[in-house]
């Protein structure tokens, strides 16, 4: 298989989202051959030992990350479609993960209740050099902004997210579950992360 590491991955610390525990994520990565994988929950970073033990054990290299809901006004624990946009922030460094620590934990406590925190894009901006940012998923601004208005305003959405984090600590995220427009989706995003490239020149 080609190099591939997968980046976007939740377990099931992210309720609705993931099934898996984290030891089962890495065997399976260790299965298919990744070269790397981040565990990516929701709002923490709950599984991260259990991830690390394992990985080390089976020779897995790791991320660690978390999926951000930005501007969100619901709780996400029993919700199936959560309010907000998400994006994906990977630590670079251990500082990186320090830092990405100290922000989910603040968002708990400022709300006092676990599962509701609060994120503004601003926020998680002052670490930016810290982390790399994807754009997310479905609910990603970049692929919101594609699917509401098209191609110019997912650029400009990707533009933002350049001047708020820096342009090279942003990376477009593609992804293919089977939908019958993933594939459309992927192209268009696809070249919205070449033009991302040459800017980057």
């Not at 990985?55 to 006004?73: I, N, Q, W």
């Not at 993960?97 to 509701?116: D, F, I, P």
Request: charged share 25%; aromatic share 6%; proline share 3%.
């Amino acid at each position: 298989m080609a190099v591939y590491g997968e980046l976007h991955a939740h377990s099931g610390f992210s309720f609705l989202d993931g099934a898996s525990d984290p030891e089962e994520l890495v065997s399976e990565a260790a299965r298919l051959g990744l070269t790397g994988l981040a565990l990516t929950d929701h709002h923490g970073l709950y599984g991260v030992v259990r991830f690390a033990e394992a990985a080390r054990a089976l020779g897995v290299a790791t991320v660690f990350g978390a999926e951000l809901t930005l501007d969100g006004h619901d709780d996400r624990v029993g919700v199936p479609d959560p309010s907000g946009d998400h994006l994906v922030v990977l630590a670079r460094s251990p500082e990186g993960y320090r830092r990405l620590a100290t922000m989910l934990g603040e968002a708990h406590l400022a709300r006092g209740e676990k599962g509701a925190p609060r994120f503004t894009l601003e926020e998680v901006a002052r670490s930016a050099g810290e982390w790399l940012v994807l754009t997310g998923c479905r609910k990603g601004p970049m692929t919101r902004a594609l699917m509401r208005e098209g191609p110019r305003s997912a650029d400009r959405e990707l533009a933002r997210l350049i001047e708020a984090f820096g342009r090279e600590n942003v990376a477009v995220e593609l992804w293919d579950h089977g939908g019958f427009d993933d594939v459309a989706r992927n192209d268009v995003l696809a070249q919205l992360a070449v033009l991302l490239m040459n800017r980057r020149r």
